[in-house]
């Protein structure tokens, strides 16, 4: 281990820095070092956080505002962290291992996109939408009005720290809720420092709140809280089905973007270059450690063999190496525990008989690296195939025909994404109708558009995030009905009312 400056950070409550005596500690994956510590928030916190986002939710500090006003303090604070971008992916890679290329385009870029692009849809949602008028039984016109729920309970995991927790604070602030965050306990620093920006710029206190700590306390207790009104979560498939169980008894909003076992299908008339550099991007981008990858490359049997030469040559390219060196293609992988789990089904694939085509080891270097590893010999009822490993591991299935691969592409418990590789648009569109998946892809991969709404079919997910109607999650539905008759006799109230007085 080399020396490195640990720098403390608080937690953020009703807009002050509330800091523990219980200390988590955050480590930067490439190295192994200890780069930071973060307050460790407990149950008794998030109780704090989440009174202090009901109080500026009852006090109408923020849901108060008109939507141009929210969208307008929004937008001045994506440009104050865009001033800052650098230090924002400085923050976001120490703590998850990222490599610079990518913090800065992924990471932080689209975070601070996908933020502006909630910002305007403040502006453009229908906020009020006027029914048809209608004269049965009496004349009379119904509202139907989307307002704020109330304190909106986000919890993130490590992978895309700040875009996965902007993706639900942009729709919940645009649409008037206040906030409570529970990050990830690796990865809280950005944060923590976009809610101090936000509150720079004119968030007032109390709307963003930012609860470190562990998952199974801090963030138990907000998906169970009682004055939480809806909770968002990204995580794993097991975390967010007890997300569910836990919110059932105050019976809350829930929205779930879960895992994924993306596949790859590569069609036999497709451009060979293409697709093997897609099906790789696809899936090491982030080391595998991206929900929707495409770790499942379906490849038409008879071009088996010549593919994953393919693959293999271009693989053996990505240069893995210093995070925050504009060179490296790859980093490392989240922690030694991720670490060691990866490395285990890489072992047990090949004891059920998969081969190593590339890879499969971890790297002889402090920090937590593992080869990006391609393995053969696979079939879609191996545990490789159908579990979620969330590392840099590529599985190759050979298949015959198209109905054999949207069969073996649908044979899977997840249904997040899946890509399509074929020069024929008709016939890629064709099957891209017979696949679960919530996203589809045709030669292209980790196509996020924060203009469509992203989630998953399955166990990869309840309800989507991003789109034009990303705030109806963040909303309650009113319908306000005005009688325009005036006109006692016209109304049916001699179904009760017969006698008289
Ligand atoms: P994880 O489920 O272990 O943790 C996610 C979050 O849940 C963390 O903040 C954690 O502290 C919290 N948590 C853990 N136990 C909890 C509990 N009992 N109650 C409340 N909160 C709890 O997931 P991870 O390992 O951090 O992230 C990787 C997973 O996220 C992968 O499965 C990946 O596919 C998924 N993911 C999904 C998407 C998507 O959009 N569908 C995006 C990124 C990641």
Redesign the pocket.
């Known amino acids: 281990m080399t020396t490195v400056e640990v720098k403390h950070y608080s937690m953020r409550i009703g807009g002050a820095d509330i800091d523990s005596a219980d200390r988590m500690p955050i480590v930067d994956p490439s190295t192994g070092d200890v780069i930071a510590t973060v307050a460790r928030g407990d149950s008794s916190h998030i109780d704090a956080a989440v009174a202090a986002a009901k109080a500026s939710f009852e006090a109408g500090v923020w849901r108060s505002k008109t939507p141009q006003e929210r969208a307008a303090i929004m937008r001045r604070i994506a440009a104050a962290a865009n001033d800052v971008a650098e230090d924002l992916v400085e923050l976001e890679l120490s703590a998850n291992g990222a490599t610079v290329r990518q913090a800065t385009g992924f990471h932080i870029g689209y975070a601070l996109a996908h933020f502006t692009y909630f910002a305007d849809l403040a502006e453009t949602y229908h906020w009020q939408r006027p029914a048809p008028i209608s004269n049965f039984p009496a004349l009379g016109q119904a509202v139907v009005h989307r307002e704020p729920i109330g304190v909106v309970g986000a919890?993130?995991?490590?992978?895309?720290p700040l875009l996965?927790t902007l993706w639900k604070v942009g729709p919940a602030l645009a649409a008037g809720n206040s906030v409570v965050v529970?990050?990830?306990?690796h990865t809280p620093l950005s944060i923590l420092a976009f809610a101090r920006i936000a509150e720079e710029n004119g968030l007032p206190p109390g709307v963003i709140n930012v609860v470190p700590g562990?998952?199974?306390d801090a963030?138990?207790r907000l998906?169970s809280h009682p004055d939480v009104g809806k909770i968002a979560?990204?995580?794993?498939?097991?975390?967010g089905r007890?997300?569910m169980r836990?919110a059932a008894d105050t019976v809350k909003q829930v929205t779930l973007?879960?895992?994924?076992k993306g596949p790859s299908i590569v069609l036999d008339d497709a451009d060979l270059d293409h697709a093997a550099d897609g099906v790789l991007y696809g899936c090491f981008v982030y080391s595998g450690q991206?929900?929707?990858s495409g770790t499942r490359a379906l490849i038409p049997a008879h071009l088996h063999d010549e593919f994953v030469e393919r693959l293999v040559t271009r693989a053996a390219t990505i240069q893995q190496g210093p995070t925050r060196d504009w060179e490296t293609d790859m980093g490392p992988v989240i922690d030694g525990r991720q670490q060691a789990r990866i490395l285990h089904y890489i072992r047990e694939a090949v004891a059920h008989g998969a081969q190593v085509a590339l890879g499969g080891q971890a790297l002889d270097e402090p920090g937590f690296w593992v080869q990006p590893t391609i393995l053969t010999g696979v079939t879609n009822t191996m545990r490789i195939a159908r579990e979620?490993v969330?590392g840099p591991v590529l599985v190759v299935i050979a298949y015959d025909g198209d109905d054999a691969a949207a069969s073996i592409a649908n044979d899977s418990e997840y249904g997040?994404a899946a890509s399509i590789w074929s020069s024929d648009n008709a016939r890629a569109l064709d099957l891209a109708e017979r696949i679960q998946c919530g996203s589809v892809w045709i030669n292209d991969a980790h196509q996020i558009n924060c203009q469509v709404p992203?989630g998953?079919y399955k166990q990869?997910?309840v309800g989507r995030e991003l789109g034009p109607d990303a705030l109806d999650a963040y909303t309650e539905v009113k319908t306000v009905h005005l009688d325009l008759s005036g006109d006692r006799g016209a109304k049916p109230y001699d179904i009760l009312l017969t006698h008289a007085d």
Not at 155 to 160: T, V
């Open positions: 919890i993130a995991p490590w992978n895309f996965l529970k990050p990830d306990e562990d998952g199974p963030g138990a998906a979560f990204t995580g794993s498939t097991a975390v007890e997300i836990l973007e879960l895992g994924g991206v929900c929707e979620e969330f997040l992203f998953g990869s997910g």
